[in-house]
């Protein structure tokens, strides 16, 4: 399936190409960009930056054609990779929580898109009809059964509660360095004077 995604990536990049996405690019890069901020931090800016900066003259020269080559190969890298990291979010976040109620998901087999119908839209059909009308779906969910599941997203670990400082941390790494950090121990000092001079006042 990952052959199959990374194919399609490709192809929906192709697909951009021929749209007319560099001459898009063109138009915004010569607003003078700033790679730092807005719109230049999408994917394809960084990616034809050296194609871009070209002068006009040489947009049909030998040199081009390498940078722009260089360009795709790059833009069609990072897709998938921004693809993959999509996937690995709805795995941490969904999939694999473990401290908090989420639906059921289910997963459809689009690989095969002459399958569409049987694969895809009569599952879903039957899946949805099953849940309105209080069934249980012949689908299993795939976070079924999370507690099997490594979890390897930090936001699946225990949060601590700190009433001193009035913050929330996030696993134990988080939460040693808060209690050992010098802000939190200089809040605690002075907490403490503050309690022996209330309680020497209150005995005097």
């Not at 020269?61 to 993959?84: C, H, P, Q, W």
């Not at 119908?117 to 009569?122: E, G, I, L, Q, T």
């Not at 009035?166 to 134990?172: K, N, S, V």
């Not at 950090?181 to 605690?188: A, N, Q, T, V, Y």
Request: hydrophobic share 35%; net charge positive; with cysteine.
């Amino acid at each position: 399936m990952a052959k199959i995604l990374d194919e399609r990536l490709s192809q929906r990049v192709d697909s951009m190409m021929q749209a007319g996405l560099v001459d898009e690019l063109l138009d915004f890069h010569h607003r003078s960009p700033d790679y730092t901020k807005g719109i230049f931090q999408s994917i394809g800016f960084k990616e034809f930056h050296d194609y871009l900066i070209l002068p006009e003259e040489e947009r049909a020269s030998i040199k081009a054609e390498a940078l722009f080559k260089r360009g795709l190969d790059d833009l069609k890298m990072v897709t998938k990779r921004y693809a993959n990291n999509q996937q690995k979010w709805i795995k941490n976040r969904l999939m694999r929580r473990a401290d908090r109620q989420v639906p059921p998901l289910y997963v459809l087999d689009c690989t095969d898109l002459t399958q569409w119908k049987s694969n895809v839209f009569d599952k879903a059909v039957s899946i949805i009809s099953a849940i309105l009308q209080g069934e249980k779906p012949e689908e299993k969910p795939i976070n079924e059964n999370v507690e099997n599941q490594k979890n390897t997203d930090s936001s699946n670990e225990m949060q601590r509660y700190c009433e001193i400082c009035d913050r929330i941390f996030i696993g134990e790494l988080q939460w040693n360095a808060h209690i050992n950090g010098l802000k939190h121990k200089k809040i605690l000092r002075r907490m403490r004077r503050m309690e022996k001079q209330n309680s020497e006042i209150k005995s005097s």
